[in-house]
């Protein structure tokens, strides 16, 4: 697994300042394609969403992790997982069939 720091996923105009605050996905697998999380409503503290993506980079499950989560908004965090739903990873034909990884998001 391959943990890293991310901070590209702010928008400065947006008060939120939702970001994507660390990732721990496959070696090999970068990001793709973002999640818009920027309107999915007010919420203070964090998510980490674990996702299973294909060789394609497809995520095919999203979901919100209680254990390592403090936001309990349920509309908040079925948008989130929502939008981690509609991200792509890079494609790695050499990957299993499916591989796991974590996102966590924080809000302020």
């Given at each position: 697994m391959l943990a890293c720091a991310v901070n590209s996923f702010a928008d400065d105009g947006d008060k939120l300042a939702n970001k994507l605050t660390s990732v721990s996905i496959p070696a090999g697998r970068?990001?793709?394609?973002?999640a818009a999380i920027n309107n999915i409503g007010h919420a203070k503290g964090t998510v980490a969403v674990d996702v299973v993506m294909d060789r394609k980079g497809n995520v095919l499950v999203a979901i919100a992790n209680p254990k390592r989560s403090t936001v309990r908004d349920k509309v908040i965090i079925s948008k989130l997982e929502a939008a981690v739903l509609a991200m792509k990873f890079d494609k790695n034909k050499k990957a299993p069939a499916k591989q796991a990884g974590t996102l966590t998001y924080t809000f302020k």
């Open positions: 970068g990001i793709a394609m973002q």
